[in-house]
C-alpha cells in the first residue's frame, strides 16, 4: 500500500472513531499538544491511560467480588477511571461510568457487576482501535511520510 493511501486510511479511520462516538474534541486537544519536541505525546498518555485502566478495572473487579462492598471505595476507583477516560477523550467509557457511579451511590451490587462488564467492553474496544491507529500512523512514519492532522 502506498504512502497516499495509509494516510488516507488513517484520517478515514480517525474520522470514523469521532463518527462512532469512541473519541471525543478532548483526544483532538490531546493531539494538538504534541509537536516535534515531544513526537510521541499521545501515544505515552494514552499509554498511561492503558495502564491506570486496567489497574482499576481489576481493583474493580476483585471489590465486586467481596461479600461485602465497599461502595464509597468502589465509586472513588470508578470515578478515577472516568476521570482519566476523559482526559483523552474515551468518550463510551467515560459515559458508562457515570452511570456506574450512580449504580455505587445506589448501592447496587447487580447494576455495578453489570456496568464493569459494559465498562470493560467498551474499554476493550477504545485500546484495540487506538493501537490500531498508532499502528497505522507507525507504518506512515516507517514509510517516510508525515501524519495528517
Known amino acids: 500500500m502506498g504512502l497516499v493511501q495509509l494516510q488516507r486510511q488513517l484520517v478515514d479511520y480517525r474520522t470514523s472513531l469521532y463518527d462512532e462516538g469512541f473519541l471525543d474534541e478532548q483526544f483532538t486537544q490531546l493531539q494538538e499538544l504534541q509537536d516535534e519536541n515531544n513526537p510521541d505525546f499521545v501515544v505515552e498518555v494514552v499509554s498511561l ?14 471489590a465486586l467480588e467481596q461479600q461485602i462492598i465497599d461502595f464509597k471505595r468502589m465509586d ?17 467509557v467515560r459515559q458508562l461510568c457515570i452511570v456506574f457511579r450512580n449504580y455505587c451511590e445506589a448501592q447496587n451490587r447487580e447494576g455495578c457487576q453489570k456496568c464493569l462488564q459494559q465498562v470493560k467492553h467498551e474499554y476493550s474496544i477504545v485500546k484495540t482501535k487506538l493501537e490500531s491507529m498508532f499502528q497505522l500512523e507507525q507504518q506512515i512514519l516507517n514509510a517516510g511520510g508525515s501524519i495528517p492532522v
Not at 491511560?49 to 476483585?62: C, I, Q
Not at 472513588?76 to 463510551?92: E, F, M, P, Y
Open 49 to 62: 491511560f492503558f495502564e491506570d485502566s486496567e489497574r482499576l478495572l481489576n481493583e474493580l473487579s476483585k
Open 76 to 92: 472513588a476507583r470508578v470515578h478515577q477511571l472516568k476521570g482519566s477516560s476523559s482526559s483523552i477523550g474515551a468518550q463510551r
